[in-house]
């Protein structure tokens, strides 16, 4: 009876549904701790106002605890735990982060007076309020609701600053270097053109207009200041330009703290980097992997038909075809560095090099597509998605009944025409399958995109209001390139290590969202010639 029960297969039936139900365990909590240790970052934290023992002193730390962990104490060896503070201030004392024994502890309180200011650079700043001034004169004594209202002010001011420099003024720069290509392109060529000229001064009067605006604009801005006590009792003066949100997470309720939660997680998706990525939000980087993932979408989907079509339909069987498929399967398991280094050589230097000396030679010496950017980019992920897109639509045709194919050329059809109207249809559900895979993998990758087109910063969107709206030369940011930046590349570890979850977070939510996208579509079509292929 044992024998034939193993012989029927059960046990490796059982051993499969193990192995698959700890996978997805492991995935689950792989997911809830990313999700639990991103996510808390935006909680507005208890602020403590803590009394410590230090080198046979009692000094006052004002922070938020951030961490905890447990160590055996040095003089008794007893297990106590330690404290992580995020004191912020690190342009008074160097650091934002300070550790504590729970020994050295000697009384904390959450005082409702304690404020929390985010500002554009430094960091968080925690203490207490004092004044606000105008021009350095004092109006009012610690009044938050007047600190509200010149912050709100403070952040009208700073929108129309940042709508005059980057889209009115970047606009006019754009121009003007259009007309300085243009100038030189007609010079190459031994022309010239009086109306240049006219429309650059045309440029330059708007230009010094804007300035004027931005000037004034500056002027107010710089106004109102804040006067705020620190931990060591020191009242040190700030700007309210530098603030971006100021709250009191002590005496906020926990309606006005979800209020809070959900405002930062919007500014987190929707703002810019700042402070070498490590503050601020990452919409640049989701913009940049959303638009690379189409665009390479839109570069593999016609080469893999193509070539699935020409090795399933067209080519004669035999040991040419059989090389070629080994090959193409070979293709899926190399490195994707190498296919970053072969972009790089091949496409930028090469193709982009002979692109910027036919059309764009007025440019020169500086690069317009023999430089790293997102076309290049989505070309080297379409490369390295293509063997993936070919193997699922090859797999697609083979299912697709003879019978089909047969009837329709009897009908009259000419095999393109079948193909056209009969198979691919019916194989489109393949190949949203390897759409699928492929979006999957393109959207994690990071190794060959840092040499062919991802940066640090991009000041600029590859898609904005400037003909020809879609700049494929521009290089771009990338979530995935963002959190190995984040991670690795910060000066300052702790305050990154809660954008990682973050980032890494968002990252598997747009390859979902995606893929959710490309499987809607794969069930409509599958459900469309489900009766045909019965």
Not at 248 to 259: R, T
Not at 441 to 457: I, Q
């Amino acid at each position: 009876m044992k024998k034939t029960w193993w012989n029927s297969g059960q046990p490796w039936i059982w051993l499969n549904a193990g192995a698959l139900s700890l996978a997805l365990i492991a995935v689950a909590g792989l997911l809830i701790l990313i999700a639990v240790r991103g996510l808390s970052h935006f909680w507005p934290a208890q602020v403590l106002e803590v009394q410590y023992h230090h080198n046979q002193q009692n000094l006052t730390l004002i922070g938020e605890i951030v961490d905890e962990e447990h160590i055996f104490a040095s003089q008794s060896g007893e297990l106590i735990s330690r404290y992580l503070f995020k004191i912020g201030n690190r342009e008074l004392d160097g650091y934002d982060f300070k550790w504590l024994d729970q020994d050295d502890i000697i009384d904390q309180a959450a005082i409702p007076e304690l404020m929390v200011l985010e500002r554009m650079e430094w960091g968080n700043f925690y203490g207490n309020m004092v004044n606000i001034k105008e021009n350095n004169t004092v109006i009012a004594e610690s009044d938050w609701s007047i600190l509200q209202e010149r912050l709100e002010r403070v952040e009208q001011l700073r929108q129309q600053i940042r709508k005059i420099e980057k889209h009115d003024i970047g606009s006019i720069n754009y121009q003007l270097e259009r007309l300085r290509l243009k100038e030189r392109k007609l010079a190459l060529a031994g022309k010239s053109d009086a109306q240049i000229e006219e429309q650059r001064k045309i440029l330059q009067t708007e230009f010094q207009q804007f300035q004027l605006q931005l000037k004034d604009l500056r002027q107010a801005i710089q106004r109102d200041s804040l006067s705020a006590r620190v931990m060591d009792g020191q009242i040190v003066n700030i700007p309210l330009v530098t603030i971006v949100k100021a709250y009191q997470p002590n005496a906020m309720n926990i309606g006005e703290k979800l209020v809070l939660y959900f405002q930062n997680m919007w500014a987190f998706m929707s703002g810019e980097p700042r402070e070498a990525n490590t503050e601020g939000g990452i919409f640049p980087a989701i913009f940049g992997t959303v638009l690379m993932v189409m665009l390479m979408s839109l570069f593999v989907t016609p080469f893999g038909i193509v070539a699935a079509l020409y090795l399933r339909e067209y080519a004669r069987q035999g040991l040419l075809v059989r090389l070629i498929r080994i090959a193409v399967n070979n293709l899926a398991g190399v490195p994707s560095i190498v296919y970053g280094v072969f972009g790089l050589g091949f496409f930028v230097y090469f193709l982009g090099g002979n692109l910027d000396a036919l059309f764009f030679p007025e440019a020169l010496p500086a690069p317009t597509f023999g430089t790293p950017g997102i076309l290049w980019s989505s070309l080297v992920l379409a490369l390295l998605t293509l063997p993936v897109v070919i193997v699922a639509t090859e797999e697609g045709l083979a299912r697709i009944p003879r019978s089909l194919r047969e009837g329709s050329l009897a009908l009259g059809a000419t095999k393109a025409e079948t193909l056209w109207r009969i198979v691919l249809p019916m194989a489109s559900p393949a190949l949203m399958t390897g759409m699928i895979l492929a979006v999957a993998r393109a959207a994690g990758e990071v190794a060959p995109l840092m040499l062919v087109g991802v940066v640090k910063l991009a000041p600029s969107l590859p898609l904005d209001g400037n003909f020809p709206f879609l700049h494929l030369d521009r290089k771009f940011m990338h979530l995935g390139f963002h959190i190995y930046d984040v991670g690795f590349q910060s000066p300052n570890v702790e305050a990154a290590r809660p954008l990682v979850y973050a980032t890494a977070l968002l990252l598997v939510l747009v390859i979902v969202l995606l893929n959710l996208t490309a499987i809607t579509w794969r069930n409509r079509l599958r459900e469309k010639y489900k009766a045909l292929e019965s």
